[in-house]
């Protein structure tokens, strides 16, 4: 079938707008019309080639949709479901899997990487030649053909521009507060970046029960909704930022750290944020190649505990709906997440926002 799509043809350029060939889905692959699809930071990494990814490709990890078609052997969803996408598809079987590990499953790590689907070939092309499938699902696209295990069905009174957001920015903050970091009633939370993932960390330390829960960003726009969204405290990084932390935390320090932006110099002062004995938690992604300067002998001497979270440690097929019913209880902010929407076409002034910071997200409605 022909389909359009927000195309990347090389590192450093723009999206183009092309008209593609879509295969039907293979065995064990679903066809899911794209209704929504954030935009998030991980595809801007891919467009300026921090990450690296075989080109052209189409991006777009963060979406939902409604399954249209399935393949043979497809038993997890059907036809008429309403579904989130994840682009950390888990086989059930793996070590990982069957370590509780979900969100690192390596039976679909080599391909998604590859961008292609499970057997090693992409379901997209233009003229002929492929087009491969960024994170294994290319939502920034009217359709999109992705593995099983990747639609996850929701309930269907949920807007699905609303549902996109828990395919990413959702699942990757809340999940760093309640799965990897596992804050308590009571303590303390310093979030580094106030964007869509850092949002999301203030939500899911607020239903943690944290006491304290401080927000650090350059854009001085972003003060008030970080704390609309639950945050006790927001505050300009740089100057005195780290002082008026620990004052805000009886000088010590906060329990839990979290960087939500992923650059090395923002890692290295959120290090200095954590008290003794307390956790930072990695959540934004680096460019890959770049290094992490943290002091060894600090490290020791006060037990500080460095930890990583992909995906927020989440299992799926068991959170997305958890964190869709916490947003119908009025438990989650959703709605208030999507700063704007744009049309397919808009897509690269819809990442010009986003790297102007006024957004806590964009979503690509189709």
């Not at 022909?2 to 295969?23: C, N, R, T, Y």
Request: proline fraction near 5%; aromatic fraction near 6%; include cysteine.
């Amino acid at each position: 079938m022909k389909i359009k799509a927000a195309v990347l043809m090389e590192p450093g350029s723009g999206f183009v707008i092309e008209e593609l060939d879509l295969q039907a889905p293979k065995a064990g692959e679903v066809l899911v019309k794209i209704a929504a699809s954030g935009v998030c930071h991980s595809d801007y990494h891919v467009m300026n080639g921090t990450t690296k990814h075989p080109m052209p490709c189409v991006c777009g990890h963060e979406g939902a949709g409604v399954v249209e078609a399935v393949g043979p052997n497809v038993s997890r969803t059907q036809v008429g479901d309403h579904v989130v996408l994840s682009w950390a598809p888990d086989c059930g079987d793996c070590f990982y899997c069957l370590h509780g590990q979900p969100n690192l499953c390596e039976t679909f790590t080599e391909p998604i990487w590859a961008g292609t689907m499970l057997d090693g070939t992409p379901r997209l092309s233009l003229n002929g030649e492929p087009v491969y499938h960024y994170c294994g699902l290319a939502s920034f696209a009217e359709y999109a053909v992705v593995p099983q295990e990747s639609c996850i069905p929701i309930r269907k009174d949920v807007p699905l521009e609303v549902a996109s957001l828990v395919g990413c920015a959702v699942a990757t903050g809340v999940g760093a507060a309640m799965y990897t970091a596992q804050v308590r009633p009571g303590e303390s939370v310093v979030i580094y970046g106030a964007g869509g993932i850092g949002l999301n960390i203030v939500q899911g330390a607020l239903l943690c029960g944290a006491s304290t829960i401080i927000t650090v960003d350059t854009n001085e726009s972003k003060m008030q909704t970080a704390r609309d969204f639950g945050a006790t405290h927001a505050l300009i990084a740089g100057g005195d930022s780290l002082e008026a932390i620990r004052d805000l935390t009886g000088g010590r320090g906060a329990d839990h750290v979290f960087e939500a932006v992923g650059l090395p110099a923002v890692q290295e002062t959120a290090f200095e944020a954590v008290r003794p004995g307390g956790t930072l938690t990695l959540v934004g992604l680096s460019p890959m190649g770049s290094g992490t300067n943290l002091p060894g002998a600090v490290i020791t001497r006060q037990e500080k505990v460095i930890r990583g979270s992909y995906y927020g440690s989440v299992n799926a097929h068991r959170d997305f709906p958890l964190f869709i019913d916490l947003y119908a209880s009025g438990r989650l902010q959703l709605d208030a997440m999507v700063s704007q929407k744009y049309p397919l076409e808009d897509i690269n002034a819809a990442y010009d926002a986003m790297l102007g910071g006024g957004v806590a997200r964009g979503v690509i409605v189709f």
